[in-house]
């Protein structure tokens, strides 16, 4: 249904709340409304401090509401390239600790790119089967780089991309490099889907919050679209849903309008 309300919304649809609690707690809903509606659904999923709060509501409807996910199947958009899955900084500890062993997924249908595998370039490849085996993403849960990288797409990557192996920009290492304790310990290289490769999904979901971001979110949804945002890629897709908080929406010329349509929405468009 909300595909076809495209007439009356911008590009993307931008919803404002008052903090990242409520904006993660409407991300949450959405994806359980994914799943609820298909219970095989494909999550696309992601890493780093945005949607731990958005998985904690997840374990939250588990728990108390029941949500299954005993059929669904996850990808996750990058892993940092020769850390382990035992690795408490790699991208797979951080979803089993954070999500996976909090609710009923098979762990078989949980996938990470793998980074230590001895053919790198045959991994990325066999990632992207592995996604369209499962039928595509559903909807793809992404956050957004104070660069404006998604995934680890870092600025001037190919908008056309696939899963790929990327080296990290210095942003990017001196913003994760905090809890790997120096910059030196840090990974300098990741797999992650590429550009195309998120388009594809049925439908994204991001998050962005704070301050940081403000640059960011305001190129990502009113700036041009570029190759220096990646983010702004999300101008392309046909159903992209973005939440702020008042924080990373305040560079944003037009926060009234989407304030507005949000607000004048018609009940059958609204998420519940
Ligand atoms: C994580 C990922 C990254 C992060 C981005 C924002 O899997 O793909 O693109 O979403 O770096 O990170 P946080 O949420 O830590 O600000």
Redesign the pocket.
Known sequence: MFALVSFSLPAMEVLIRENPDAGCILGAKIIARVVRDKPDAVLGL??????LRLYQELIRLHREEGLDFSRVTTF???EYVGLPGTHDQS?RYFMDENLFRHINIDRNRTHVPDGTASDLHAECRGYEQRIADAGGIDIQL????RNG????NEPTGSLRSRTWIKILSEQ?LR??SEVFGSLEAMPKHAL?MGIGTILDARRCLLLAFGPAKVRAVEHMIEGPLAAICPGSALQLHSRATIILDENSAAGLRYADHYRWIDKHKFEWQRIK
Do not use: Q
Request: hydrophobic share 25%.
């Open positions: 992601a890493t780093g401090r945005t949607p996750n958009l990058d991208y992404l956050g957004l780089g990288h998604i995934g680890f990017t913003d994760n992650t």
